[in-house]
């Protein structure tokens, strides 16, 4: 049974947990601007001094997601537990491909991903080794068919993707992400090795979790959701997010369904 917390808000559940995981983008921001309720909750969690990890499906360093949000405005003591899908996958990259050469799928934006073993950049995707998909080409933003046409000889290849998000609201702007370009090569046939939400990794990677009651919290019921049930966590929706749509004209019930995932409690903005 699902539970609506506009009423109660998130102070009427936040005792039954000892850490909390939150989504960054479409919960504390949209891309764009910070969302006020969003960080009076993080302030009032603060408080109570439960603690809570920023998690976040982003093809960055942990670093440089903690900087974009001081430009957003984020106080300091908020954003000093940030872990990206990003920083799980170069910790992995580390140890078992550091001497690989990869080629890059993505903007050039993502470039401080990888500047630790750049020099195994190539710049020909024939001669490279592995696959590194942190999202898509500037020029080729919006077309999957060109990434079906590029990668097609190239399916005996790894795939590291390191945001398994389809798609992504920049403000009123859908964008897709690199895991629309990992779908894509899988359905070529080809490997992907994801990092980040629904993928238990990031999540250990993040904090100590052992034996904590956990509540996840996003906007996303393929991997903020689906991440929660898998780790047997309790999962809060925020219903003015990526599925906003579906759910003004379904409700949470049935889309909920559609993507075969469980959610515990619901918000329409994350509220104290």
């Not at 077309?143 to 920049?170: A, F, H």
């Amino acid at each position: 049974m699902t539970k609506n917390l506009d009423f109660d808000g998130l102070n009427s559940i936040a005792d039954n947990y000892d850490l909390f995981y939150i989504d960054l983008w479409g919960v504390i921001h949209n891309g764009v601007k910070l969302h006020n309720s969003a960080i009076a909750a993080l302030y009032e969690l603060k408080k109570k001094n439960k603690s809570f990890v920023l998690l976040t499906n982003a093809p960055r360093p942990n670093s440089t997601v903690n900087k974009f949000l001081e430009k957003m405005g984020m106080r300091e003591d908020l954003r000093d537990h940030v872990f990206t899908s990003g920083e799980a996958a170069l910790n992995f990259l580390k140890t078992s491909f550091q001497s690989k050469n990869f080629f890059h799928i993505g903007p050039p934006r993502d470039f401080d991903l990888f500047n630790e073993f750049k020099n195994n950049k190539s710049s020909e995707l024939n001669e490279s080794e592995y696959l590194l998909c942190t999202g898509l080409f500037d020029e080729h933003e919006d077309d999957l068919s060109y990434y079906k046409n590029l990668l097609e000889k190239q399916t005996t290849k790894k795939m590291i993707c390191t945001n398994p998000d389809l798609i992504v609201d920049r403000g009123n702007i859908r964008e897709l992400c690199a895991g629309s370009v990992a779908m894509v090569f899988e359905k070529m046939g080809g490997e992907v090795i994801y990092f980040g939400k629904p993928h238990a990794e990031v999540y250990n990677q993040s904090i100590d979790n052992i034996g904590k009651k956990v509540l996840a919290i996003g906007d996303n019921l393929n991997t903020d959701i689906k991440g929660a049930n898998l780790l047997n966590y309790h999962s809060l929706l925020v219903c003015n997010g990526i599925h906003k749509e579906e759910i003004d004209k379904k409700g949470v019930g049935e889309v909920s369904k559609e993507y075969e995932a469980i959610v515990n409690f619901t918000q329409t903005e994350l509220k104290w």
